[in-house]
């Protein structure tokens, strides 16, 4: 069992910069690949970043692509991921989500759609004023 707790978000005027943090517990954190989400009213959730278990790989959706960094400690059991250049389009509550992925296969391993992630957070609420 791991249990996820985002922060950081809140609310930031069109340009500006957020940092989430995602805190894990529980299962050994390197072994999951993790992920970022985002859900805006009315709409899906969708994928925005990914990273793999090591860190040594990283995905991005088109529309955050050049402007958001995720990134991970394991040693601190925490993902991050930095958002600048923020648009009101950015606006969503904002999910970490973990994967559990062993072993050495699947050390790049990025999970870029949301099924087969096996824990969720709470959720963080971002809003980006124009």
């Known amino acids: 069992q791991v249990q996820l707790v985002e922060s950081g978000g809140g609310l930031v005027q069109a340009g500006g910069s957020l940092r989430l943090s995602c805190a894990a517990s529980?299962?050994?954190?390197?072994?999951?690949?993790m992920g970022w989400f985002r859900q805006a009213p009315g709409k899906e959730r969708e994928f925005v970043a990914g990273i793999s278990w090591s860190g040594g790989s990283t995905y991005y959706a088109a529309s955050v692509k050049g402007r958001f960094t995720i990134s991970r400690d394991n040693a601190k059991n925490t993902v991050y991921l930095q958002m600048n250049s923020l648009k009101p389009e950015d606006t969503a509550v904002y999910y970490c989500?973990?994967?559990?992925?062993?072993?050495?296969?699947?050390?790049?391993?990025?999970?870029?759609?949301?099924?087969?992630?096996?824990?969720w957070g709470q959720g963080t609420q971002v809003t980006v004023s124009s």
């Open positions: 989500a973990a994967d559990l992925l062993e072993g050495p296969v699947y050390v790049h391993t990025v999970v870029v759609v949301p099924g087969p992630y096996d824990y």
């Open positions: 529980g299962r050994t954190f390197s072994s999951y690949a």
